[in-house]
Structure formats: structure tokens, C-alpha cells
Antibody, heavy 120, light 107 residues
């Protein structure tokens, strides 16, 4: 059974950089599929942040592209998100997820999500 | 960017009623439209993929239809456990986008 687990600080300061990690079990990320970060501000909808393939190819939402970096560590079977220049608007639940293919694929597994609060 | 709109925003339904949620895309996305169910404090769960394909383990009362720009999620004979917010999601083109969600409440 594929499982994804987000980890990282629950509270970060404005202007700093957020670092989150998604540990994957039950599947080797180097075997394929694509790996997403998605966020959900409190009480709001879902927004795609970006995707990484194990080869290192990355795809970002243009709305966040200047502040986002997604990377993968196949030796640890995990991938990570860095989001810089934080503001209160970045307060959200951050989900990691598996996508079957890049375009015309489907998200079939999700992590439980981790709430990140940006404080001033 | 492809914008997805959903209607209604909210629906209060009695058990055993039929629920219909629509999702409209601003451009044609063929059948690259998927439906997710999210309950409070949980991650989304895949209900229907590629507009109408069923997912193993998902009750048969959930079905989907549509292609191009107009899509529908139908819940036949609603059960209390179906109280949730339902999102459509397009993977036809970047950036991937989600609909704003439809909250279904049980009367």
C-alpha cells in the first residue's frame, strides 16, 4: 500500500523559507510516477503548487514559480518543497500526492496533509 | 489557465436523495477531469477518474459523465457518510487546476 507522509514545521515566520518533506513508503519514487505538492488555505479550495519526476524534471504553478523549489531524494525515497518569502497568505494545509502521469494523469494517493501557519 | 467552475456551491440533501454536481471548464479538457471527495480534516479521496471511470472501492452510487467542457458527478441515493466537499480537477494542461468545491450537507 502506497503511503505518503508530510513533515516539517507547523509554524514559520513571515519572510522566511518553508521546507517540507514527503516521505513515501510502499513504492519507490525512482520507479516512476510523478509527485505533487498541493495546498489548501484554511476553509478554502485546493491549489496545485508543482510536480517532480524522479529524474528531477519539475513543473510549477506560474502563480508561485518564483518562490517554489521542489526536489527529490531517491536514496531516501522522499521529495521536498521549499517556499520562500513567506507571508500570512501562505498559511495552509500542504499535501503531498502521487500523480500517475504528468498530463492527463490522476492523483491516486495523498498524504494526510500538514498545517503550516505563517506568523508575523 | 483552465478555470473550473462548480455548481451548486452548497447543497443540503436528505438521505436517499439524488445529488447532481456540475463542473464546467473554461476550455475543452477532453475527459481529463477527475472528482475527489474531501471530508473535514482529511485529505481528498479519488471518486471518479477521466470523467466517468469508476474507482475500485468507491461505492457504485457515485458516477460521473461528460466530456469537453461540461461534467457531472451524480450520487444516487445519498447516505449520511457522503457529507463532504466535492472537487473536480483537470489534468489536461498546465497549470493543473481544481474547482472551488461543492459542499454537500445532510439534512
Amino acid at each position: 500500500q502506497v503511503q505518503l507522509q508530510e513533515s516539517g514545521p507547523g509554524l514559520v515566520k513571515a519572510s522566511e523559507t518553508l521546507s517540507l518533506t514527503c516521505a513515501v513508503s510502499g513504492y519507490s519514487i525512482s520507479s516512476g510516477y510523478y509527485w505533487d505538492w498541493i495546498w489548501q488555505p484554511p476553509g478554502k479550495g485546493l491549489e496545485w503548487i508543482g510536480t517532480i519526476y524522479h529524474s528531477g524534471s519539475t513543473y510549477y504553478n506560474p502563480s508561485l514559480k518564483s518562490r517554489v523549489t521542489i526536489s527529490a531524494d531517491t536514496s531516501k525515497n522522499q521529495f521536498s518543497l521549499k517556499l520562500s518569502s513567506l507571508t500570512a497568505a501562505d498559511t495552509a494545509v500542504y499535501f503531498c500526492a502521487r500523480r500517475t502521469t504528468m498530463v492527463r494523469g490522476v492523483i491516486d494517493y495523498w498524504g494526510q496533509g500538514t498545517l503550516v501557519t505563517v506568523s508575523s | 489557465e483552465i478555470v473550473l467552475t462548480q455548481s451548486p456551491d452548497f447543497q443540503s440533501v436528505t438521505p436517499k436523495e439524488k445529488v447532481t454536481i456540475t463542473c464546467r471548464a473554461s476550455l475543452s479538457i477532453d475527459s481529463s477531469l477527475h472528482w475527489y471527495q474531501q471530508k473535514p480534516d482529511q485529505s481528498p479521496k479519488l471518486l471518479i477518474k477521466f470523467a466517468s471511470q469508476s474507482i475500485s472501492g468507491v461505492p457504485s452510487r457515485f458516477s460521473g459523465s461528460g466530456s469537453g467542457t461540461d461534467f457531472t458527478l451524480t450520487i444516487n441515493s445519498l447516505e449520511a457518510e457522503d457529507a463532504a466537499t466535492y472537487y473536480c480537477h483537470q489534468s489536461s494542461s498546465l497549470p493543473f487546476t481544481f474547482g472551488p468545491g461543492t459542499k454537500v450537507d445532510i439534512k
